[in-house]
């Protein structure tokens, strides 16, 4: 017998699979989707084995051993690899490393093995007589079959030992998994309403490979419609995938589903040890669990005899992996989803442009549900312009916001102000010299953290100590400029004493649980203010919130991206929706310098459907996605020459190579031109139809492979 073995070999381009011989005494172990560790020249290597032959006509080696008991590659797995490399480029080996957790990955260095805890049983009742302290060890089996051996040994150590050399008591192991779900009392018992119950009845009606997009507002009670989704599904005897873009983010939706369905659910996310993960992930295969919910690789989650995928908030960028392999889970689910004939729900309160073009296409069935649940009204928006408050000295905090902080406090209702910039402030200038610490790897500013009294670059992590005097001229005059959620936290507490202020952003929550913690001091109210950036904008449901501040609205608008207006408008309406969830009526003060801005008009009068139609108006007219296939070619060098001649030579490529009507762009700087000390160009290309061009970009990836200075990498849109 033979077999394929796909091997990981360090060069990220290279898939290649050898022949091996399998011996007799490894024959019945040999199976596909299993690791192997064979000999590749003079090392020893590990790979998937990805094919069995009776024959080969080449001379082979044996391979040493088998390291699965059982394929950790399924059929559907493996077909998924090759779905991933023909859609991103990437190699194989690297698509199944990337579905799989780092202790299964071939090459893996981590020896993980179950965590196991040690009993002591009772088998031989018809001892000879024992010693007192043995005695008392042997009172613990009165009631318990099996008894912590750590129980035994905290009596007496020798009296313990020597129960089990005489064969009195007996060891033995028991598997326990890692990751143990906290229990919760989430208690509220919900009846479906008549816009839910059609949402549930049309995505269970058929329960075949179908597509939904659901389109329900903010509070709009899609959570509940995933769970009865679901329910029924389970009932079928099949399993589910839930995504979300983070879970630190959604402790309400992750508390309702346990809440739901108990022991059934496993949790899969970045946070999880290694450890945990590998627990959770064998917990899967081994169908104790059928309902996964997670971060984006969880859509490779090992369920078999999957019912239904769904997506929430699947605007969100998060679910498209940014290093390779550069999958989109959002693409991995469809995939997954016509595998098990299953439907896939992509949820939201602001679906992707791409998304809508799709539905309106009826490639995607729409399903919307416009009002919130528990009848609670949307918000009102007040657009502030910023340009007047700051005449009257108001930079921060407009009149307005102010006011209405002080009425809430007043009210014991509680406020939450969002500022998508962390930090303290977000530049330092020397007013006598002009001198700005920048980031020297960097092309942007160093932002300012005052709690650990440092400069930060927010792309690389470099850090710099500030000193009082500017590194350039010397003199004592260097002025602290910009806004970030530190310094507004400092401020909030100067301009309201009495209130407690909280605040949550990447640097607040370096702790594991430390979301959960300071989300859940505010839900209890021991706070009156939550600061925060992009975090506090999303999922979040506190009822007694009856204001949100948004303080740089437009912060986003001018970032030279085709994406921008659609991300500001997705930021700033999930941040809308953060007010008025429960009885009380929410209000939002929306502070911006372009008042009279397309997006921020929209935003304010909650009206996604002109912004779409603008939007999608835009984007036809300079030729971008949905309407075009874009595909964004990154080239990147620490010498700058070099990359511009490479940048050009690979632009005369691509004009050579791919269709006539393919629109090429560029080479041009990239909004991050230079960071960690790396130069970035880009190309763009532009296409309906061209079937020359992933043909194109492999050759032109096995060119760049034996360039040693500059090297490539893709984005896709669509
Ligand atoms: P979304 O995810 O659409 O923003 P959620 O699922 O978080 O909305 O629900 C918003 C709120 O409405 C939650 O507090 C939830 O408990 C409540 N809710 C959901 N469905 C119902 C219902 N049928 N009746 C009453 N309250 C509901
Ligand atoms: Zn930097």
Redesign the pocket.
Known sequence: MYVEILVEIKSKHIDKTFTYHVNDELKSRAKVGCRALVPFGRQTLEGYITNIKKETNIETKDIISIIDDEPILNEEMLELGKYLKETTLCSLSSAYSSMLPKALKAKAKVNMKPKTITYLEYINPNHEKTTKTQNLILDLFKDNKKVLKSEALSISKSSTQTLIKNGILKEFQEEVYRYIPKDNNYA?E????TM?EYCVNEITKSLTNEVYLLH?V???????VYIECIKKVIKNGKTAIVLVPEISLTP?LIERFYHAFKSDIAVLHSSLSDGERYDEYRRIMRGEARVVIGTRSAIFAPLKNIGIIIIDEEHSEAYKQENNPKYDAREVAKERAKYHNCPLVLAS?TPSITSLARSMKHVYHYLSMPKR??ASLLPEVTVVDMAEENKTGHAILSRELEYRIIECLEHQEQVMILLNRRGHSTTITCSSCGYTYKCPYCDISLTYHKTSKNLRCHYCGYTKYVSDTCPNCHEKSLNYYGLGTEKLEDYLREVFPRARVIRMDRDSTTKKGSHEKITSAFESQEYDILVGTQMISKGL?FNNVTLVGILNADASLNIPDYRSSERTFSLLHQAC?RAG?GLKKGSIILQTFYPDNYIIKCVSKNDYKSFVKYEMNVRRTLKYPPFYRMITIRIMSKDYSALKEESLKIKEFLKNHVNEETIILGPSTANMFLVSGVYHFEILTKYKFDDKIKPALEELDNLMNLNNKVWIDYEFDS
Do not use: C, M, P, V
């Open positions: 509220k919900i009846t479906l309403n839910q329900g903010t509070g709009s009670g899609k959570t509940e309400q309160a649940a528990n449901d929706g969830r």
